[in-house]
């Protein structure tokens, strides 16, 4: 009787220890599982925010690019009224030499 009131103890003892471990496990991975999640987005927040000023350089690239495409455009329009100008006036000078 005393081995039989043993044993059921014992098994009542383990049978205890085993849910109290479970939900121990269950606990622990959902706590674990908040924190990735908070990680996650923590992270995901942070890359959208590199991402975020990536496109600003690129966008401030893309209009210095415009600016130097107008800068430069208004540099040949300047060179070529110089070079008009220019030959008109050799040429000026050369019938003045001619005459």
């Known amino acids: 009787m005393k081995l039989l009131l043993k044993s059921n103890l014992i098994s009542l003892l ?24 908070n990680k996650t987005e923590q992270l995901d927040s942070m890359v959208n925010s590199e991402i975020n000023k990536v496109f600003e350089i690129d966008s401030a690239r893309n209009l210095k690019d415009k600016t130097i495409k107008k800068l430069d455009s208004l540099v040949n329009d300047a060179s070529s009224k110089f070079d008009s100008v220019a030959k008109k006036n050799i040429e000026s000078f050369k019938n003045i030499e001619n005459q």
Not at 14 to 37: F, M
């Open 14 to 37: 383990a049978i205890t220890i085993l849910i109290s471990c479970d939900e121990l496990s269950k606990n622990a991975e959902g706590r674990l599982n908040e924190i990735i999640n």
